[in-house]
């Protein structure tokens, strides 16, 4: 057995056609050799009876129906919940690329969070010219209601879901930052767990960083960031309601934290504090993990319409009577067009050079680099500085001539609201097409905590575009995703754990 | 001048409010030409929390929140204000707009860094191509920026109706546009919408306008209202206040409240409550000229 292990017979049938080339593969090498960190996987999957993963894939969706987990596309009439389509085959990543990535996210959030304070504080990055005014004084993200805020501990983002992507040479770069209200890590814990019930064999002879204290290091930075209290503080989720795309999250993280999940009409201010109505009275909340955006947070305040949010709200905040998670106008930090800027950032606030890259990234609102992204649109991906969730992106190579005219037009009318950068080739994993295996497209969403300490969830979302070829990962737009695994104590070789095994 | 000013908003409810949650931006700035000498906010019923706090604009606001349930709630701000005439730069000797537009862009000034956060769209001020053809009309090549915009002061003054009951708080200015009528808030909306549309930096005035009686008649408590006009910055002098309702540039019988981007920014009052049913709102605004020493 250990002599037929050896690397050259990994790629067999299972992997019969399968095209390792022009892309980096997560799990191979160009020439078809499995990567170190997947040798083992590769090798089981390649010992896997005929048919064995596609039962194994129908047993996990099936439990995925069971466990009920499910997520909403907006603009889609019939039937809002859908199944957020999981494949089998994980997505591995060594202790010490990992190592570098937590230290380059690190260094990132502790440079966007004091550059949101800055911004509603002093604007010193502005005086001393190194982020030009007009970005913010132009940017819908940018919330008068939030300048002079003190949010406390200092801490404004305090969940953040920074994307990223690994480009053809393997070089891993910061596509986006998700500061406002990031969605999808009950997918990251949901998905270990079906994997482990589904195809627990795959586990063997690896150690993996685990994910399941995700909710108790939140319940944890959530108790950190509370005004002061006589007794435990009392934390809450707030949920926009069931229409909203990710209401199985709020519940599922309500849940796993033990705490209450409620909606804007569940709580009210009275008394200088913010209540919420149970049936044995009013009882105070002392931290709000809020899923609602800032604009409908408080009716007062923001967008008179919100019948989501809780008059009265901010003058709690205001008077630091109540946390809010994330701090309101975070959104500063999120808009793609700012994202140019957080090199600069790191240099500026830390004194440090970036770690983690960002993308090239062009500014329509720069006349020489709007010339640049108008006569180039169709190699460049085009995207709107304020929108999330994958709305509004246009993959140059993939579109139509009229497609290009029309985001020629839109940028003309409207150069702040747009960025553009090149098309990355983002790396493939396997996963599962009908009986056979097939690269697709992933990116990477990581989890980062930002209380007391910074947690990051070891690994975080592999999200997948399905459709091949696509490089469109988000789940309102057809992608699924996939367990991600971040394995401890350098790599295990095959040769080693087959010689374990005797 | 000095004045005594007084706001009463009441609020009646054909149905107990149980609890309401209330900003008030009630209390006047004190700005060159201007000082606040007194203020003092009165609610009835009672409210459980009353709290003041500064806005991003530098407003003062009171929030405060009724929690026992009442039919009416009564709301009088009262202060007490110096009005002095400001001196103004000669129109035809400030800088061509063009000139302004450019300072404001680069932001190398700190006075204009501030001033620029009025450059750019809010709620209710909206991109406009018909507002950029009417406001070039003024704005003419190398004009010098308070000139003209006195002229389109002028222009909206003459060439739209003034019109009560035509429109309400949020009637679009696209709109305000094609009926050529409505009210001194339309109007100032109107003017910024242009002045922003050239890149210029406009801002929107709260405040009240003192009306003498017609002639022999004593002047009626409550008649006064709230008024809203606007202001240009203009670099080296700061902000020009600009009335287009009256066309006029106002001086000592204006009184200002406060300012942000748009009305949404500093409407006196705001509020979200529970319960009340049928809802009948009544303003009176008395502003009393009194004698300095009397005060």
Known sequence: ?502 | MRYRVRHTTTYAYSDPVVLCQNQARLSPQTMPGQTRLEFSLEINPVPAIRRPWTDAFGNEVWYFSVESPHHQLEVTGRSLVDRHVQPLPNPSETPPWETVRGGLASGRELADRFASQFRFESPFIVELPEARQYALVSFTPNRPVVEAAIDLTRRIFEEFDYSPATTSVSTPTREVFQTRRGVCQDFAHLQITCLRTLGLAARYVSGYLVTEPPPGKPKLIGADASHAWLAVYCPGWGWIDLDPTNNVIPQEKHVTVGWGRDYGDICPIAGVFTGGGRQAMTVAVDVTPVASGAA
């Open chain 1, 1 to 502: 057995m250990t002599d037929n292990a050896s690397p050259a017979d990994l790629a067999d049938t299972r992997f019969t056609d399968y095209a390792t080339d022009g892309f980096y593969d997560e799990m191979f090498f160009a020439d078809g050799q499995p990567r170190p960190r997947a040798e083992l996987l590769a090798w089981r999957l390649k010992t896997l009876s005929p048919g064995e993963l596609a039962k194994r894939q129908r047993a996990a969706d099936q439990a995925l129906l069971n466990m009920g987990i499910t997520f909403n596309v907006y603009g889609h009439e019939a039937g809002t919940e859908k199944i957020w389509p999981f494949d089998l085959v994980p997505r591995i990543l060594e202790s010490d690329e990992w190592q570098r990535i937590e230290a380059g996210l690190r260094q990132r959030i502790k440079a966007l969070n004091l550059f949101i304070d800055d911004m509603y504080h002093d604007q010193k990055i502005i005086r001393d010219g190194v982020f030009p005014e007009y970005m913010v004084k132009s940017s819908k993200n940018f919330l008068k209601q939030c300048v002079g805020l003190n949010p406390p501990k200092g801490i404004w983002c305090h969940i953040t879901g920074t994307d990223l992507v690994r480009d053809t040479d393997g070089t891993v770069y910061v596509l986006e930052d998700n500061l406002r209200c990031p969605s999808g890590v009950s997918y990251v814990l949901e998905n270990r767990e079906v994997m482990k019930r589904t195809f627990p064999q795959v586990f063997d002879g690896l150690s993996i960083l685990p994910v399941e204290d995700y909710p108790e290091q939140l319940l944890k930075m959530l108790q950190y960031i509370a005004p002061p209290t006589e007794d435990e503080p009392t934390v809450v989720v707030l949920t926009p309601g069931i229409f909203n795309s990710a209401y199985f999250e709020h519940c599922f993280l309500a849940q796993q934290m033990g705490v209450e999940l409620v909606q804007g009409s569940d709580l009210v201010v009275s008394n200088g504090f913010v209540h919420m109505r149970t049936t044995r009275g009013l009882q105070r909340v002392d931290v709000i993990y809020r899923r609602i955006d800032d604009e409908f947070l408080d009716p007062l305040t923001f967008r008179p319409d919100s019948a989501l949010g809780v008059p009265g709200l901010m003058d709690v905040y205001r008077a630091g009577r109540v946390a809010l998670a994330n701090a309101p106008g975070t959104g500063i930090a999120d808009d793609k067009a700012v994202y140019a800027y957080v090199p600069a950032m790191i240099k500026y606030y830390l004194g440090e050079e970036i770690s983690l890259p960002n993308v090239p990234t062009w500014l329509c609102a720069d006349d020489e680099q709007r010339e640049y992204v108008l006569k180039n649109i169709e190699k460049l991906v085009v995207k709107p500085a304020n929108e999330s969730g994958g709305y509004g992106i246009m993959v140059g190579p993939r579109a139509t001539p009229e497609q290009h005219q029309q985001y020629r037009e839109l940028i003309v009318s409207n150069p702040r609201n747009y960025v553009a950068q090149p098309t990355l080739a983002l790396s493939r994993v396997p996963t599962l097409v009908g009986d056979h295996l097939e690269g697709r497209h992933v990116d990477l969403r990581p989890y980062i905590l930002y209380g007391e300490d910074i947690y990051i969830l070891p690994g975080g979302l592999t999200r997948v575009a399905l459709v091949k070829g696509s490089l469109v990962v988000n789940s309102s737009q057809g992608g699924g995703s996939k367990d991600t695994w971040v394995l401890k104590n350098g790599t295990p070789r095959i040769s080693d754990f087959l010689a374990s095994q005797g």
